[in-house]
């Protein structure tokens, strides 16, 4: 009978300590300055690259598993409630007592999520890093960089074969390592050291909820789905370990990944990368004014036209209802963490890349 009060009290206890940690957290992203100098450029590439030492050599991915265990347990639990509400047992003091444990462990992920990555998303940056600022662009600008995108997309299409686009989980990976190892020569603060990139274990499930990869923030690991296009996967997995890189919102990830691939030896991914930008500025444009849209596309490579199809074909294939489901709960997520684009933060990468043209000339 003693057990019941000692639980209630260490339980107490923990939420109190999250609760106080929760709060710290918050006075930490008001900080000015305060994330990016103590944690995306100072315990954050420690914690991360401990993570990826750890469960970095393992083939699979192991935060798969974690993800997979959590909702196993959260499904039977919630079986196991709904049980004992319905058939009656469920006291007013065993509920609150279960909504208690709930909190606490709510909290606990709370406090880890934040601890291990959740703080980069109040960092300065790619942009304060490249001391290049974000500003409103003109049409005039936004058309020009989609034609030089579109151009760099043709030329490096003409020197891909069909063959060359699948590449193996193991081949992707390395030269995304081998791309990441040539952009940090010109910008150090890019090194990646403990590769842990994985193939993810629900691909397939992935086409239909609308996602191409995903970091995990608990195990250090990048996950990708294999079962996407070909093409498409060089710039998702720099897109990945960009964020593995403490680049938390989705328009810097984009970015990172794009300073990584456009200093690849490899054409399938410097294609890759300038065909994922051309998209993002073109669909902009096509909003702005159609009529130069329309222009731009029509001076694209057939093939890479055809590639642009390709890709719809295949995602088209695959949109139900639950997708736009997780679209709108995956936007939330991001607006509730400094994103308040939402979704529509991944296209304000061209931002990015207009302020770093203008900044260093460089497309």
């Not at 909504?99 to 790619?126: A, D, E, H, P, T």
């Not at 079962?227 to 720099?238: A, D, G, R």
């Not at 054409?267 to 096509?286: G, H, P, R, T």
Request: with cysteine.
């Amino acid at each position: 009978m003693q057990q019941q009060p000692n639980n209630i009290k260490t339980k107490s206890v923990r939420l109190a300590i999250c609760v106080v940690l929760i709060v710290a957290i918050q006075c930490i992203v008001r900080l000015d300055g305060s994330v990016e100098h103590w944690f995306s450029s100072g315990l954050y590439p420690y914690v991360s690259g401990s993570l990826r030492v750890c469960f970095g050599w393992l083939p699979f991915s192991i935060g798969d598993l974690f993800y997979s265990c959590l909702i196993l347990f959260f499904i039977v639990k919630t079986m196991r409630f709904l049980k004992q509400l319905f058939s009656r047992k469920m006291t007013w003091k065993r509920f609150v007592g279960r909504l208690f444990r709930v909190v606490v462990i709510c909290c606990s992920l709370y406090v880890v999520f934040y601890s291990f990555w959740g703080l980069n998303y109040y960092r300065k940056g790619i942009a304060y890093q490249l001391k290049m600022e974000k500003q409103p662009y003109s049409t005039a600008e936004l058309s020009q960089l989609t034609k030089e995108l579109a151009l760099k997309a043709s030329d490096y299409r003409k020197k891909v074969s069909p063959n060359q686009y699948k590449l193996d989980k193991s081949e992707l990976f390395q030269k995304a390592k081998q791309a990441y190892d040539s952009v940090e020569k010109i910008y150090p603060f890019l090194q990646f050291k403990h590769k842990s990139t994985k193939a993810s274990l629900f691909g397939g499930v992935g086409n239909y909820l609308g996602y191409t990869g995903y970091y995990n923030p608990f195990s250090g690991e990048a996950q990708v789905n294999m079962q996407t296009p070909p093409i498409v996967l060089p710039s998702v997995v720099c897109h990945e370990m960009a964020h593995q890189l403490g680049y938390a919102t989705e328009d810097e990830a984009n970015f990172v990944g794009y300073l990584a691939a456009s200093h690849s030896q490899d054409n399938v991914f410097l294609y890759a990368i300038y065909l994922d930008l051309y998209e993002y500025a073109a669909s902009e444009l096509y909003v702005r004014d159609s009529v130069q849209y329309n222009a731009t596309r029509q001076s694209l490579d057939t093939l890479v036209r055809k590639d642009i199809r390709d890709i719809r074909l295949f995602y088209l294939t695959y949109r139900t209802k639950m997708r736009n489901v997780t679209n709108a709960i995956y936007g939330q997520y991001l607006k509730a963490n400094n994103q308040p684009q939402g979704i529509d933060t991944y296209s304000d990468v061209v931002s990015l890349l207009i302020a770093y043209r203008k900044k260093y000339g460089l497309i």
